[in-house]
Structure formats: structure tokens, C-alpha cells
């Protein structure tokens, strides 16, 4: 019993530990990567051809739990855009804010 006692407790401080390392993630815009987003979102009035031709947005502005949530929809696949897909599968979480907070801050 003591030993699934200090297995529980155990589990429970590592289990709280990742949870708390999460939770505590703060973007840094500095060291955002944004060479990989500058060539479609970085072109006013810029249209898109694959898989269809769309207006692709301005990311500049968009709240950070924005554009954080909808980088990791496409790294689950949630939302579908093939090239989106492929740049949020290649992303950390710890990118993905950076990128949040450095496009958050932008006009």
C-alpha cells in the first residue's frame, strides 16, 4: 500500500509539474521565427492559389490566444489549409506563442 501510496503522489507531482509548465508558457516576440509567415501574411491585398484562391489574412493585430489557438487547429488538423498544416506541424508550442506575441503587437 505505501508504495502505490508514493507511486500516486509521485505521479501526481509530475502530472502537475508538465500542467504547471504549460499553463506558465509566455511568448516572446523577439524570438519569433517569422521568416515562414512573412512570404503570404506579410503582402497586403495578397491572394493565395493553393488549394484555391482565397485572400490570405493580415496576421498583424490578431490577439495572441487567436492566432496561438488557430496554429494549434492546424497542427491537429482541425482546420485544413494543407500549407498552414505542414508549417504548425513543424512548431513547438513554445514557437507557436512566440509567434502569437510578436504578431499581437503588430499594427
Do not use: W
Not at 484555391?52 to 493585430?61: A, H, I, K, R, S
Not at 513554445?94 to 510578436?102: E, G, I, R, V
Request: glycine share 10%; with cysteine; net charge positive.
Amino acid at each position: 500500500m505505501k508504495k502505490f501510496i508514493t507511486l500516486l503522489a509521485l505521479s501526481s507531482v509530475v502530472t502537475g509539474s508538465s500542467l504547471a509548465f504549460a499553463a506558465d508558457l509566455v511568448g516572446d516576440p523577439k524570438a519569433a521565427q517569422v521568416a515562414m509567415c512573412i512570404g503570404c501574411h506579410g503582402i497586403p491585398g495578397y491572394k493565395a492559389s493553393f488549394p484555391e484562391v482565397y485572400q490570405v489574412p493580415m496576421l498583424g493585430g490578431q490577439s495572441a490566444k487567436y492566432i496561438e489557438n488557430a496554429l494549434k487547429a492546424y497542427q491537429k488538423g482541425e482546420r485544413k489549409h494543407p500549407t498552414m498544416r505542414g508549417i504548425a506541424g513543424s512548431l513547438s508550442d513554445q514557437d507557436m506563442a512566440n509567434l502569437a506575441a510578436y504578431y499581437s503587437q503588430q499594427k
